[in-house]
Structures are given as C-alpha cells and as structure tokens.
C-alpha cells in the first residue's frame, strides 16, 4: 500500500516539475521573440534611449544624403499621455506632425511643420534637442525644437 501511495507521490511531482520546465521554455522563447520583434522595428521611438538617438540621427543623416525616411516618435509627458510625432522625409522637405490629440493638459489637436532643414543641438549637459529650421510659415533662422533626449538615458 504505501509503494502505491509513494509512485502516486512520484509521479505527481514529475508532472509538477514537466509543468515547470515546459512554462520556463515557454517564458524564455517569447522573451527572446518579444526581443526580436523590438528591434525590428526601428521606425518607432519611444524609448528616448541611445538606440533610439541613433535612429534619430540615421533620418537625419539620410535627409542630409537626399534620401526619405519615416518614423513615429511616442513622446511621453508629464502627465503620462503620449504626444505622438509622425515624421516622414523625401530627402528635401521634412514633414513633422505633432499630435498632442491623446494630452489633456495641451491644445487638442494637430500641427506640420514643413521644414528644409534639420540638426541636432546639444542644449546643455542635460538635453539633445532636436531641431527644425527653414520651416515654412516661419522665420527662415528660427531653429524649433520638438524633441528632446536626456543625455542621462543615453
């Protein structure tokens, strides 16, 4: 009788730790998916890392070429609610939407800039600005800063 009550013991904690290995190989498989999928997308900022200045300096290198690019910058306030920027180049023109629609502490609503000219600007040794110039509908000197990286997180 207790051989019986010992195999039963047995066998249940193999199916508790097959339950454990199997959800262990099932965490680890969609980190490293969760992780590819990441870095596949590179278009996308949101996280004002050093990843994502690199991207940021890639688009304006590749406007300075001639060359277009795309990207959608999630940036976060104070408040937590996304103001999201959808950036697309042709490699002559930038054109910037900032749309502060998700921001209730903000004016509601959309706003392009059209802009010749891009750089990035070191602000002081706190900030990365990013910045606009020769936009239309402004003064052709007037540099817009739009988005910032805190050299902290780089």
């Known amino acids: ?9 047995i066998n249940y904690i193999q199916i508790i730790v097959f339950i454990g290995l199997v959800s262990v190989i099932f965490v680890l498989i969609n980190q490293q998916s969760h992780k590819e999928n990441t870095n596949k997308n590179k278009s996308i900022i949101i996280n004002f890392d050093q990843v994502d ?12 070429e001639g060359k277009g690019d795309n990207l959608m910058i999630v940036s976060p306030t104070v408040e937590g609610s996304p103001i999201i920027h959808d950036v697309n180049s042709n490699g002559r023109e930038i054109h910037w939407i900032v749309d502060n629609t998700r921001d209730a502490w903000s004016d509601q609503g959309k706003t392009e800039y059209v802009c010749k000219s891009i750089r990035m600007n070191e602000r002081d040794n706190e900030f990365l600005d990013v910045e606009l110039s020769k936009c239309n509908n402004f003064k052709e000197d007037e540099q817009l800063r739009l988005i910032s990286f805190r050299k902290e997180l780089l």
């Open 1 to 9: 009788m207790e051989i019986v009550k010992y195999k039963k013991t």
């Open 53 to 64: 200045l690199d991207r940021v300096d890639e688009m304006m290198n590749r406007f300075n």
